[in-house]
């Protein structure tokens, strides 16, 4: 009995030190999310500070260059439309540019083909247009969809 004793005591010591391994693992595992945690919050702290920054400084560009705003705009919808990154930077340094592709509008929800058109972004004091063959684009769409043509018919006698 003496030996079924001693393993039974040498099995007890394996599961006190085994449990005692769980809860050091278990502490160093609740150390390593709080420390993730607090890692977490500074990150997201520097990440809106960063972004009030670039808030306020957007904000001065829009109050100091009112056309800034519009340049922003007008870069947005180019893309919308469906030039390039390179065509749109070209159109926005009042660059004409030659054309052949799809160009999307977003107002018709449909594509037209444009072959060998021009663009090119026209500055008004207060607007920015952009046009395809000395037209506004609006315009353009609509002359492709055959939008707003009224059919002129004569009359019977």
């Known amino acids: 009995m003496s030996r079924l004793e001693k393993e039974n005591a040498q099995l007890h010591r394996e599961v006190d030190e085994l449990n005692g391994q ?66 749109t930077d070209k159109l926005m340094h009042g660059h004409t540019i030659n054309f052949s592709g799809w160009l999307h509008s977003n107002e018709y929800r449909r594509n037209a083909l444009a072959t060998n058109v021009t663009a090119q972004i026209v500055r008004d004091v207060r607007t920015l247009v952009l046009q395809i063959n000395n037209t506004s684009i609006s315009q353009w769409f609509r002359m492709q969809f055959g939008i707003g043509q009224e059919k002129h018919r004569g009359l019977k006698m």
Do not use: V
Request: a positive charge; proline letters at 2%; glycine letters at 2%.
């Open 22 to 87: 769980i809860e050091r693992l278990h502490t160093d595992m609740q150390k390593m999310k709080d420390n993730h945690a607090r890692e977490l919050n500074r990150t997201n702290e520097q990440h809106q500070q960063e972004m009030s920054n670039l808030k306020r400084i957007l904000d001065k560009a829009y109050r100091w260059f009112p056309s800034f705003k519009r340049f922003l705009n007008m870069e947005r919808e180019c893309l919308q439309y469906g030039f390039t990154a390179e065509q």
